[in-house]
């Protein structure tokens, strides 16, 4: 039997809506593979420091709180363990001696506060937070270089994936088939269009001399 126009509209059929389908798929994976490089972006930034990074973190920070704490109450310490005078307290010039005495700090019970101890025992205290880090049980993120290279390595995969995203959307426009921009890019199209109306607004207002005031 011979083929008809009506035998070849189906053929087309079929392979237009294989054509479809494969579009689709394709979309759908590039979309799946632009949230998961997103969330890979989003946990690194949000991890915490390398290991080696929070321990120095904690022994500068010991060592710049000791010096600072020196500054603060140094010359009291050397006033108690040297001794001093005082005036007597009932309203005579006559001053008494105070004999020296061990310094005191923290609440009135004697206790000292983690930044006393940071301050007296500076090289003890950085052994043990090194320890307690080491031992946290913490998930820590990457080295700051190496931090710095995923997120730019990340970057670039999501802007080729974008591309490659937006030009199937073009593509599927022009045979008709609608289909979503990604919500980032259509996030930024849409900020970008709302500049471009608000420059224009502007560059009309100064034409007239007049200026427009925003929030």
């Keep these: 039997m011979a083929k008809t126009k009506t035998d070849d509209a189906l053929v087309t059929v079929r392979a237009a ?8 798929q394709a979309e759908d994976e590039l979309r799946a593979q632009h949230g998961a490089l997103l969330y890979e972006r989003k ?4 991890a915490y420091a390398s290991e080696d990074e ?11 709180h000791a010096e600072k704490w020196v500054g603060t109450h140094g010359t009291g310490i050397v006033r108690q363990l040297s001794g001093h005078e005082k005036h007597r307290g009932d309203g005579s010039s006559r001053q008494v001696r105070v004999v020296p005495s061990l310094p005191s ?3 009135l019970q004697g206790a000292l506060t983690f930044h006393d101890l940071c301050a007296l025992l500076p090289e003890v205290m950085k052994k043990r937070i090194s320890e307690v880090v080491h031992l946290s049980g913490a998930r820590f993120g990457l ?3 190496e931090r710095a290279a995923k997120l730019a390595e990340i970057d670039a995969a999501i802007a080729a994936v974008e591309e490659q995203h937006q030009a199937i959307v ?7 088939i609608t289909l979503q921009q990604l919500d980032a890019v259509r996030e930024r199209h849409e900020a970008a269009a709302r500049q471009a109306a608000l420059d224009r607004e502007l560059a009309e207002q ?3 001399g007049e200026f427009l005031v925003t929030a």
């Design 206 to 208: 100064r034409a007239r």
């Design 17 to 24: 809506l294989a054509a479809a389908k494969t579009i689709t």
């Design 170 to 176: 073009a593509g599927a426009a022009d045979v008709g």
């Design 105 to 107: 700090f923290g609440d």
């Design 43 to 46: 946990s690194i930034r949000a």
């Design 143 to 145: 080295p700051e270089k």
């Design 54 to 64: 929070v321990i120095a973190n904690a022994h500068r920070l010991v060592d710049e």
